[in-house]
């Protein structure tokens, strides 16, 4: 099975193509899976600058997600971040900070390559 958007070799059980990011639909009469453009799903926005999402991340912990369109991650890593820098006097804060840029920029390129995107996936 192969998309049909971006010819992208399919397997059984996808629901997303993991090329393109397009939608699969089971096919029962033919037993073929076909990727449709389904409307009834938000499309992925196109156009999220890995760089910018990377420098709003830098900025404020988790900006760069809400940037990405993973909202509730950003928040919860900010949070997180606050409570880590006070439960280990400002410890954790250089590798939270780290690990927030690295995912922010990750997650941008994915969605500016029209990739589908969960809302906590990292890296």
Not at 5 to 18: A, E, H, I, R, T
Not at 22 to 44: A, C, F, G, W, Y
């Amino acid at each position: 099975m192969k998309c049909h958007k971006c010819g992208n070799q399919l397997f059984v059980n996808d629901q997303y193509c993991s090329q393109c990011g397009e939608r699969v639909k089971s096919n029962v009469s033919s037993l073929e899976s076909t990727v449709i453009h389904d409307e009834s799903q938000p499309q992925t926005s196109k156009g999220k600058s890995p760089i910018l999402a990377l420098i709003l991340s830098a900025l404020v912990v988790g900006l760069g997600q809400l940037y990405a369109g993973q909202g509730l991650k950003g928040i919860v890593l900010f949070g997180v971040w606050i409570l880590a820098t006070i439960a280990t006097a400002g410890m954790a804060t250089f590798v939270i900070w780290i690990i927030n840029l690295i995912d922010a920029y990750r997650i941008a390129k994915k969605v500016n390559q029209g990739k589908h995107v969960d809302e906590w996936e990292f890296f």
